[in-house]
């Protein structure tokens, strides 16, 4: 079956930019274009044309002078991205993993994971949780070679 392009609002770009808006404006109250194009690494110039797309698609309200605010479909998007991030961090930091390496690797996988991976991922964090042996004796098998 030849697979479906990602519909949109849906690209890895435009889930790193929804995902580093939110949390600009969870910390800071406001996001403004200097602040995401420093965040992502990104030319203001390539972030403000990305705002404007992400506006034409209803994901956000962009004013030049004044910022922008995600919709509510640009808000959704948003916390679901997060939400991916923050199981994936916390299952990683469980089995004992470096900060800067779990941020690599989920910064990549958090825009690949499907929802039917991501449940099985939480229930077996859970299920690790309450078996701190478990986690103890993957850790050393993991790191102790
Ligand atoms: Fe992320």
Do not use: C
Not at 51 to 70: C, F, H, N, S, T
Not at 92 to 113: K, P, T, W
Request: aromatic share 4%; charged share 25%.
């Amino acid at each position: 079956m030849p697979s479906k392009p990602a519909p949109p609002g849906r690209s890895t770009a435009v889930e790193d930019y929804l995902e580093q808006i939110l949390d600009l404006i969870n910390t800071k109250g406001y996001a403004r274009v200097a602040d995401i194009a420093q965040r992502l690494g990104i030319a203001q110039a390539s972030v403000t044309n990305m705002v404007q797309r992400l506006d034409a698609e209803g994901l956000l309200k962009y004013e030049k002078y004044r910022g922008l605010v995600l919709t509510t479909a640009g808000e959704t998007l948003a916390r679901n991205i997060m939400r991916r991030h923050q199981l994936l961090s916390d299952f990683l930091r469980v089995l004992g993993i470096d900060e800067e390496v779990i941020y690599h690797d989920v910064e990549g996988m958090e825009h690949h994971i499907s929802p039917q991976t991501l449940r099985a991922i939480e229930a077996l964090l859970s299920e690790l949780q309450q078996h701190p042996r478990l986690i103890a004796q993957i850790k050393s098998q993991a790191h102790g070679n």
